[in-house]
């Protein structure tokens, strides 16, 4: 017999409803059935596309043993974080404080009302690694709930005591120069100029970060900051981090070179990772940045996109019974029988099989990078660099018809409304750049299906079912404002100033300034205001929101997008300051801010300027002789673009 999930819209938790747990989604029921009975909560988040959520389930939530303490002792709750990232946020911050890790899944254990008193991640059915298994685990904090419940529920309300005062604190201060020179300054002191990305392994791609440094490059020319870019771009677009067969990137890389994966496709790291290759090919004209900007696309045209409008969430990473990366990967004895031997000569150089691209835990199986250009292969198999393209080619449609054939992961089709305006606005980009129709007629399509289907009676929607968030009507506007600029259609403006309008209603913070996260209340953490403001990695509502503000005043003159553009600058400048790679979206922000919206109207120059790479444009149709060309606040007319830095 199924458990209550199986009516759940989440794809992730319908896959846990036979499991034998007696599992809740996250609802005042819950949490009246654990005061009711006097038992601790037992959250657990995770997604659909998880490979350690897969493993936990399998080793844990579908063992009857463990479920049968589960069900005596706790009230057990499973959440979806694409669906319901308000929650996720809350307990995985508040893990991350206490323990100084985080991520999925996420084990945490509440009181009653829903305050957290211990949280970790994975844990395996028994102790091993160091670790504590969940089944001592659960026995042990049951046997504390009963012995010394007293002090848990005073250590909880510690906790959320200590929650609360953190969010009612300000970080308004000035905003100048020098706060985004020490932001640029800390992103160029943490760059990787060996082996690409920020920091070491796990490495995340961090887009905006490179988005930064790329406008950054624009205006000073410097060598590092081009080397940053450069060395970064270069290792993730040619690392196995990068499916080299279809297309797409995966969610982030285990190893420092960006050979070994964890093989989700997200939808958000995609968006942001089209627009950046599509402005860095824009900028240094690499074929390796068009490679992989229409790779991309086309993963989305052939498997992650509805024909009617929108994209989907995820991909996941596993196949079979906890395989991840079983798709993608090939073992030598593969490559033997599929390949001609001209074309495994190739293939085993260019993409360096049995090197560095061996799975840990399958020795066997090799992640595709490339480990050596064509030129160089050419060379050292002594045939033309045509030659060695025609073989490259042939070898690869084999292979990735080959892949074809094996079970292919599970795709999560639910549209979420943030991420889709996020892929309008990088779709737009893209267009700008390659003038690709599908582009845009995939970019309208998803953007009229939303408006339709999402957003009624002044409320938006994240998902079916399910209320939007404050990045959900930020997002959303950014797209229908990037669609606005290619097709002057007043629709799409329209409709993106009056989801910035409600934004501002529902989720402006009066006093402290900036964005909530949601304006709804719930149980536990949810009755906690929370404004995002760090990249996790991807960009963060309160990081976004002042451009988009800025884009706004730019385009309609109203001073008041500008002001309020100002002030969600000023409210987490201190943080900044403090914190400077928290957020890069929000030094993009801040780059805008203080160099201004470079605005161009003109009527005979219009896709002349439109396709132009310039930090900070947006380009207008109107009746002007020439150009019309405002910088921030002057303006000033040119009787053709060779006259303008464009």
Known sequence: MPNRLINARSPYLRKSAYQPVDWYEWCEEAFEKAKREDKPVLLSIGGV???????MAKESFEDPEIAKIINENFVAIKVDRDERPDIDRRYQDTVIALTGSGGWPLTAFLTPDGKLFFGGTYFPPEDRWGRPGLKSLLLRISQLWREEKERILKSADHIFLELQNYSSMTFKDFVDEELLKRGIGALLSSVDYEK???GSAPKFHHSKAFELL???YHFTKEEI??????????????????????????RYSTDDTWNIPHFEKMLYDNTELLRLYSLAYQVFENPL???VAKGIVNYYKLYGSDPEGGFYASQDADIGVLDEGGHYTFSSDELESLLDPEELKVVKLYFGIDTKGRMPHHQNKNVLFINMDVEHVSKVLNISKEKTEELLKSAKEKMLNYRN???????DKTIYTSWNGLMIDALCVYYKVFQDEWSLLMAEKTANRLIKERYRDGSLDHAD??????????YLSQGLLSL??????????????????KAIELFWDDQGWGFFDTHQKGEGLLLIKHKPIQDTPTQSVNGTSPYLLLLMEAITGDTKYGEYAEKNLMAFSRFMREMPMASHSYFLSLYAYLKGIFKVETEKYFEEALYAFRPFKLVVKGHVEGLLVCEGKVCKSYSSPEEIEL
């Open 49 to 55: 596309w998880c490979h350690w959520c897969h493993v």
């Open 196 to 198: 690409g990305g920020i």
């Open 214 to 216: 790329l406008y950054h």
């Open 225 to 250: 900051v081009k080397r940053a870019i450069i060395s970064s771009l270069d290792a993730m677009a040619k690392g196995g981090i990068y499916d080299h067969l279809l297309g797409g990137f995966f």
């Open 289 to 291: 940045y068009e490679y």
């Open 405 to 411: 054939s094996r079970e292919i992961p599970y795709i």
């Open 465 to 474: 079912g399910v209320s939007g968030y404050s990045e959900d009507y930020i």
């Open 484 to 501: 606005f600029e290619i097709t002057q259609n007043r629709t799409y403006l329209d409709m993106a100033r009056e989801l910035l309008d």
